[in-house]
């Protein structure tokens, strides 16, 4: 009986772990941007968008040197599971200046086949990267091995051409809803605002418009209330120790979104316990216009 019972049950065991294996995210290394004749901001902006892209695809690990997350330090604790394994894609790229024009690169090597599938496009602005980047990282994945060229017209895979609208002071003052855990920003004329957190909290902000980006910071002491609900000895240490929050961000849809990115200190937390503070983590976000503007007279 023993005999029949045990095949069937390591096949079941093969089945679950195959299964397991199958919806497992991929891993994926970023490696930072080759950049030439842009600001530090700008790339920075880029890389930030690019990263919030990948996190849609994949599970990222962010590596500054050439190592392999299987070189890194194995075990539990401050290393995800992640990080100890080889990744399935290695993601790097560049962007420099060529007579006024952006030449972007996008280079992703698939370790499990040898392949590498690379886009390059030329954007008149950087606000045309921008905008595009999203559409570039989704079609080289999905087209492996191409390289693709063309200007900041030819538009991979049929991808939207919505062009970000003039920001000015008149055309983002009212409020906006958008970010977990804050009810509402309002933002008025003369460059104030304020963020109503769920937790009852209120963040001062000022803002600034440049290049066509609206570029918003947090403008107060830190609060652990700015937390919630992260657990109150989290939130604490976080209030001491995290750097000001920030958002870059475009208008679009009518003056009814801004897209970008927040930029803040991430927490890593086990059992309720602070792991690690990770500053300058940068993430998708979009703000939806609540009402109708007001000049905050």
């Not at 199958?22 to 941007?33: E, G, L, V, W, Y």
């Not at 790339?43 to 996190?55: A, D, M, N, Q």
């Not at 390289?147 to 055309?171: L, M, V, W």
Request: with cysteine; aromatic share 10%; glycine share 8%.
């Amino acid at each position: 009986m023993k005999k029949k019972v045990l095949p069937w049950a390591a096949m079941f065991f093969f089945s679950l772990v195959l299964a397991e294996a199958q919806d497992a995210r991929p891993i994926i290394r970023f490696s930072p941007f080759y950049t030439q004749g842009i600001g530090i901001e700008e790339s920075r902006f880029i890389e930030s968008l690019v990263l919030s892209y990948l996190s849609n695809l994949g599970e990222v690990v962010n590596y500054f040197d050439s190592s392999t997350p299987s070189s890194s330090p194995s075990g539990k604790g401050l290393f995800p599971d992640s990080w100890t394994k080889a990744p399935d894609y290695v993601v790097s790229g560049s962007i420099y200046l060529e007579r006024d024009n952006r030449v972007f690169t996008l280079e992703i090597y698939n370790t499990n086949t040898g392949e590498t599938s690379r886009t390059t496009t030329v954007h008149k602005t950087a606000s045309d990267l921008v905008l595009k980047a999203r559409s570039l990282v989704e079609s080289t994945f999905n087209t492996p091995v191409q390289t693709a060229k063309g200007n900041s017209s030819a538009e991979p895979n049929g991808a939207e051409t919505e062009r970000p609208e003039t920001i000015t002071e008149s055309s983002i003052a009212g409020t906006w809803r958008g970010d977990s855990g804050i009810e509402m920003i309002r933002l008025q004329q003369g460059g104030r605002g304020v963020a109503f957190f769920s937790s009852g909290a209120q963040m001062n902000l000022t803002y600034t418009i440049e290049n066509n980006m609206l570029k918003v910071k947090q403008d107060c002491p830190n609060s652990e209330r700015f937390y919630y609900p992260l657990p109150y000895g989290v939130a604490q240490e976080l209030s001491a120790e995290a750097d000001p929050m920030s958002w870059e961000l475009l208008l679009f849809a009518g003056g009814t979104h801004l897209r970008g990115v927040k930029i803040s200190t991430e927490a890593k937390v086990e059992e309720n316990t602070l792991v690690e503070l990770i500053p300058g983590t940068s993430k998708g976000t979009e703000w939806v216009r609540a009402n109708q503007r007001f000049d905050g007279r």
